[in-house]
């Protein structure tokens, strides 16, 4: 059928090569967009934040001696929820990923579990993240939900039990096992953490242990 001259399917075809014009158009817009807002970060200031992970929780002391780290993350933050905004989400899990960790290093924990949860439920091989789930865990741990807050750290213990902060993990694990009764469990863990000469923020565990009824723990080596 023609009108005007011009077949209904050559026109349909036209306005349709127009509207993908457009959409590809907006879509390059955004992407510009997106770009842009990395580009705030500088290349030194991307190169750090590849280095950045939950297992500096604790370590990285930001309201004391840690203020550029603290400027840069809050940055960092900025410039990844702006992009994910402007992307509608569409974005690579592990960007979810890491912006949980920032959060977290922040201490803001809500939004640390949100980003977290958005990588779970996009990331169909998370359980192989061992720092992911470390970071979820410490989240459930800060809230009390103890029964995932354990999963999530058995988890990240199965896939690698060589994680650099095993130590932190066996510690809440020996500590929620304790609150739970389960002493046996709880002496477990507080052993394996005893006997492991890396840093543990918990400072007062030894103090902890001794609450264990009738149990005498090694001390932890120096």
């Known amino acids: 059928m023609k009108l005007c ?64 780290t603290k400027a840069l993350l809050l940055k960092a933050v900025s410039c990844y929820d702006s992009a994910i905004l402007k992307s509608e989400g569409k974005v690579e899990p592990e960007m979810f ?25 996009l990331q169909t091989d998370y359980w192989k993240n061992a720092a992911f789930l470390y970071g979820l865990g410490l989240v459930y741990f800060h809230y009390n939900t103890f029964h995932w807050a354990i999963q999530a750290f058995q988890d990240g213990l199965y896939i690698d039990p060589s994680f650099s902060r095993a130590t932190e993990i066996h ?15 709880s002496l477990k863990h507080f052993q394996l953490a005893l006997i492991d000469s890396n840093p543990c923020t918990l400072s007062k565990y030894v103090e902890l242990c001794d609450h264990l009824p009738e149990i005498e723990l ?3 080596p120096h």
């Open 5 to 68: 001259g011009v077949s209904l399917d050559a026109a349909a075809a036209r306005s349709l090569g127009a509207a993908g014009d457009e959409e590809k158009k907006m879509a390059a817009g955004k992407a510009n967009e997106i770009e842009l807002d990395f580009l705030k970060l500088t290349a030194q200031e991307r190169e750090s934040l590849v280095e950045i992970d939950s297992s500096l929780f604790g370590f990285q002391r930001l309201h004391e001696d840690g203020a550029r």
């Open 97 to 121: 990923c890491q912006l949980g960790h920032f959060n977290l290093l922040l201490e803001d924990y809500p939004k640390a579990l949100s980003a977290y949860q958005r990588y779970y439920s």
């Open 171 to 185: 510690m809440r694990l020996g500590l929620m096992f304790k609150g739970n009764t389960n002493y046996k469990s």
């Open 218 to 220: 090694p001390r932890r």
